[in-house]
């Protein structure tokens, strides 16, 4: 795993694009949970990248990371790096961290709805007390910035007229149902981050992805991009567990990136921004068909769920609004989706399918 040649391409364009944003990080303290997740990945091979080509001093990064989720392949390439600290740790766990820390980055979740679903608690405490022991340490250390990772499933399942979907709309939730220990547990976790600003001054921002994918995204991760390619890079059916109807906005990890590095940089305090892609909504029968072409000679198939609550609470369409995140971040999203799912073909094929093909 690690940093393959898709993963490099996709550092060093977020690099040229934020050349100027970045420099804020320069010769700081970046505290990452979940730095070996699929988004933390992401932000310690940038910051890696701008010590070695964009920073005269360097940053120092401590990644806070108890692999529950993650795949310790991810960032191996950064064991040595004498700029990254690795402590693996659960971030539920009292901190002891004895260096100043000028920026957080919370992205420690159990992300998958598979994963949060064996692990319900341990999402929940991910989710709320692990971001409160962070957002008590920000408070001491008066950091520069706090990025908080949400998620646009906070929006549950909305009514046709709230799609797009904008920020300022509050949900349609089910506090009980199986999907419910992620989605309420982001929800509180937004509002213990509104309370710290209010309350301690606490400079958060929180992000609200949606359906980000790529490079880095564990084929064996259950969400619906890798279970397709799984299938078609395997050579089976794509199976579809559902009508095929419900739709989704998928969002490339390179823009996702950009997105959350202009939030944490910027000056919204206690702000929340949809970052996701609204160029297009595809049903799951077409995203099938899509991945299906792109590998090649694929078929698909309809099955149910070995798991009879699969579907239960599933939102029926998810698109983002991004008037906000444009308007106070200049944040554009670039990369279409065929040329995303390419992209992320690339590395599985390199990464997980070997010279064997397997």
């Not at 709805?113 to 340490?137: A, C, H, M, S």
């Not at 050579?235 to 990136?257: E, M, Q, V, W």
């Not at 995140?325 to 390199?350: F, S």
């Amino acid at each position: 795993m690690g940093l393959s040649n898709v993963i490099k391409e996709d550092i060093k364009n977020i690099s040229n694009e934020l050349e100027k944003k970045l420099k804020k990080l320069e010769a700081s303290t970046i505290l990452i949970s979940g730095g070996g997740g699929f988004l933390g990945g992401y932000f310690l091979d940038l910051i890696d990248y701008c010590n070695k080509n964009l920073f005269k001093t360097p940053c120092y990064v401590i990644c806070i990371e108890n692999f529950i989720s993650a795949a310790p392949q991810r960032i191996q390439h950064l064991q040595n790096n004498q700029s990254v600290e690795i402590i693996n740790q659960d971030i539920t766990m009292p901190l002891t961290i004895n260096k100043k820390v000028d920026f957080i980055i919370h992205a420690a979740s159990i992300a998958s709805p598979t994963y949060y679903r064996q692990y319900p608690i341990e999402t929940i405490e991910t989710n709320v007390w692990g971001l409160k022991n962070l957002l008590d340490f920000a408070k001491t250390q008066k950091v520069k910035s706090f990025l908080f990772f949400s998620t646009s499933e906070i929006y549950g399942n909305p009514a046709p007229e709230f799609i797009p979907t904008p920020e300022n709309y509050n949900g349609y939730v089910s506090c009980t149902g199986p999907r419910a220990c992620y989605d309420e547990s982001k929800r509180l976790g937004e509002t213990l981050c509104v309370n710290y600003y209010q309350q301690y001054g606490v400079p958060v921002k929180v992000v609200r992805p949606f359906n980000v994918f790529g490079p880095g995204l564990r084929i064996d991760d259950k969400r619906v991009i890798p279970d397709f390619f799984n299938d078609a890079l395997h050579h089976k059916k794509i199976s579809l567990l559902s009508n095929g109807r419900p739709t989704r906005s998928f969002c490339y990890i390179g823009d996702a990136i950009k997105g959350f590095m202009l939030a944490l940089l910027s000056e919204h305090d206690g702000e929340a921004f949809n970052i996701g892609n609204d160029e297009i909504e595809i049903s799951m029968l077409d995203l099938a068909k899509l991945i299906g072409k792109l590998v090649g000679g694929v078929e698909i198939e309809y099955k149910e769920s070995d798991d009879e609550r699969y579907l239960i609470d599933n939102p029926q369409r998810r698109c983002p609004d991004l008037t906000k995140a444009k308007n106070l971040l200049g944040y554009v999203p670039m990369v279409n989706l065929e040329d995303g799912l390419g992209r992320l073909k690339d590395w599985y094929v390199e990464v997980y399918m070997g010279e064997n093909g397997k």
